[in-house]
């Protein structure tokens, strides 16, 4: 039996997609995290082996069903475990954080299949101060509108909308 001599690079983690506002506790939400899966033990140790500093420990979390695959009641993590819960009927889009210095964190939870300009429209609004809305309404509302399309076209360099003195044509080309 023969063994490679190349050992297999190691996988190159993901980025931790998440958004707390500068001041938590002031609004609907304290922030926004977009799970790059369904899996919450997976996602969910992620998200407390890489929260911020200034931050406190993550002890518990309390989650929305229809955003998970089934989960198990405790999840390991770097520093031990955190205790999961959920509410039977909650389809609220939401991880309630509790930390080891008793604060809860309502973080919105982006479904991981949005596109990137939905996803991080999301974030953005779910970190912002006054953000009065419920999280059905913002997911509702970044889905609603498409993707900002690089390859859209005009086809008379957007001087129709302009009137009788357009500026000078844009250079992109219709398809």
Not at 41 to 70: G, K, Q
Not at 125 to 149: I, K, M, N, R
């Amino acid at each position: 039996m023969t063994t490679s001599s190349n050992p297999i690079p190691p996988t190159r983690p993901l980025p931790l997609r998440l958004r707390i506002a500068a001041h938590t506790g002031r609004g609907q939400l304290d922030g926004g995290w977009w799970p790059q899966s369904r899996d919450l033990a997976v996602e969910l140790a992620d998200l407390v082996d890489h929260l911020p500093r200034d931050l406190s420990r993550i002890v518990r979390t309390v989650f929305s069903p229809p955003d998970w695959d089934p989960a198990p009641r405790r999840i390991p993590v770097a520093r031990g475990y955190v205790k999961v819960g959920s509410f039977p009927h909650d389809d609220t889009h939401l991880v309630l954080l509790k930390t080891a210095d008793h604060a809860v964190l309502r973080v919105l939870v982006v479904p991981p299949g949005m596109s990137p300009d939905q996803g991080d429209e999301a974030l953005l609004a779910a970190a912002t101060p006054g953000y009065a809305h419920t999280t059905a309404c913002l997911l509702d509302t970044v889905s609603e509108h498409p993707d900002v399309d690089p390859d859209d076209h005009w086809t008379d360099g957007g001087a129709a909308r302009l009137g009788p003195h357009p500026a000078v044509p844009s250079s992109r080309t219709g398809t």
